[in-house]
């Protein structure tokens, strides 16, 4: 077995939105890291997600928010139908200001997940990401830690930040408990469209409800649609092949699903059609401190939150992170002068100074995360009710309540770097 040990300063699990926002976001403020991901390129599973109003303050943060701007539709609003009666149950505007405390409304798009992941990564410098490198033990030594890799090499650092989702080494190595299964599960699919068609959403944000499952279909621009299907599910679901999720989709989505819908399903190519189990991490193990961080390392994005995507927040809180994180670190890193020198000179000092600012990063998220996850989880089992009763409730009474919800999660502002 190859043993060569190398250092680095920061090392970062995960090439995922967590992952590069953090390593950008450093980098922006004059430090470095060393992002190492299991897979031989960026992870692209799930298409696309919505992109809420602190999404946008945080990729503003990073200086690439309107490069994204200029290649997604800004969504007008969201309409929710329920598919037992075929009536719209409720419709709420993103754009109109009084809709917003503060006014001027919120900016909602459907961002592409390879796209992002791109444009995070061309920012980078050349050699920040280091794919094929499948972190397999950690270790301490001294005030630094031993990264032990998939090919016999080690790295040691003085940072170690776990974003690598919601099966984390990181996670693992502070105690965090393993996300459970809820119960539920999700089919993904991504639709395109010619020049000369037209998917007929306009600019809305189209949401189903029916008997256990719930579905929505997402406009990213005028030729691309991102939709998903959710279900209950008492078991975890065993992998399908595509054309059975596509089939398993065109057969729960109901009858008085609207017309556009049913094309958008049946115009997916079997290539742009995923399903995942839906897990979270139950929120009080969030809530503990010396959980989120533990000396000098940390857990971020899914690596920390799992949670279901009932409100839309899971990329955007991975964004949040990487921006409270990049500031927590630099805050505690860099020094008062003109030029920022780092204080990588006493390994004690810098362990201390680390961990002090992981402290302030966990103070930032423990709440924050704890909200989302728990409103995550019960607007879920809200909105994908199988009773009767429940349901009448839902769309009769609930249904604009539940939208405001997730407007309400979205005034969060990350602040800057």
């Not at 090392?11 to 995922?16: D, Q, R, Y």
């Not at 007008?76 to 009084?98: C, D, K, M, W, Y």
């Not at 398993?248 to 059609?273: C, F, M, R």
Request: proline share 3%; glycine share 10%.
């Amino acid at each position: 077995m190859n043993n060569r040990v190398e250092s680095a300063d920061i090392v970062i699990v995960g090439a995922g939105i967590a992952g590069l926002t953090t390593s950008l976001g450093l980098h922006r403020l004059g430090l470095g890291s060393l992002v190492l991901e299991t897979s031989d390129c960026l992870r692209v599973t799930g298409f696309a997600f919505l992109t809420w109003a602190n999404g946008w303050k945080a990729l503003d943060a990073l200086g690439i928010a309107d490069t994204l701007r200029q290649q997604h539709e800004l969504l007008q609003g969201l309409v929710a139908i329920s598919t037992i009666t075929g009536r719209p149950t409720s419709e709420i505007s993103f754009t109109n200001e009084h809709e917003k405390p503060s006014g001027g409304g919120h900016e909602v798009r459907s961002v592409g997940r390879k796209l992002l992941l791109e444009t995070l990564a061309n920012e980078l410098p050349h050699g920040t990401i280091r794919f094929d490198s499948k972190v397999v033990l950690i270790e301490e030594e001294g005030y630094s830690k031993l990264v032990h890799l998939a090919d016999g090499s080690v790295i040691r650092t003085k940072v170690l930040i776990g974003c690598d989702g919601v099966n984390s080494v990181v996670a693992k190595w502070l105690g965090l408990q393993e996300p459970t299964f809820i119960g539920r599960a999700t089919i993904r699919g991504l639709a395109s469209f010619e020049v000369d068609e037209d998917h007929h959403f306009g600019s809305n944000f189209l949401q189903l409800f029916g008997k256990g499952c719930r579905s929505g279909f997402v406009p990213c621009n005028k030729k691309t649609v991102h939709w998903f299907f959710q279900y209950n599910s008492a078991t975890l679901p065993e992998e399908e092949e595509p054309w059975k999720l596509k089939q398993y989709v065109l057969e729960n989505l109901g009858d008085k699903a609207p017309a556009q819908v049913i094309a958008v399903v049946k115009k997916t190519p079997l290539g742009s059609i995923i399903s995942s189990p839906l897990r979270t991490r139950m929120p009080w193990r969030v809530c503990l401190g010396n959980i989120i961080y533990r000396n000098n390392v940390c857990a971020a994005g899914d690596a920390l939150h799992p949670m279901t995507p009932d409100i839309g927040q899971g990329a955007c809180a991975a964004l949040e992170d990487g921006i409270i994180l990049a500031r927590c670190l630099g805050q505690a890193l860099l020094s008062s002068s003109p030029e920022s020198k780092l204080v990588f000179k006493d390994d004690q000092e810098v362990y201390f100074r680390v961990e002090k600012g992981l402290e302030e990063f966990a103070r930032e998220r423990r709440w924050r995360s704890l909200d989302l996850i728990t409103t995550a989880y019960y607007m879920g089992s809200i909105q994908q009710a199988s009773g009767r009763v429940m349901n009448y409730v839902r769309d009769n009474f609930l249904s604009s309540y539940l939208t405001r919800v997730l407007l309400r999660r979205a005034e969060f502002d990350c602040g800057e770097l």
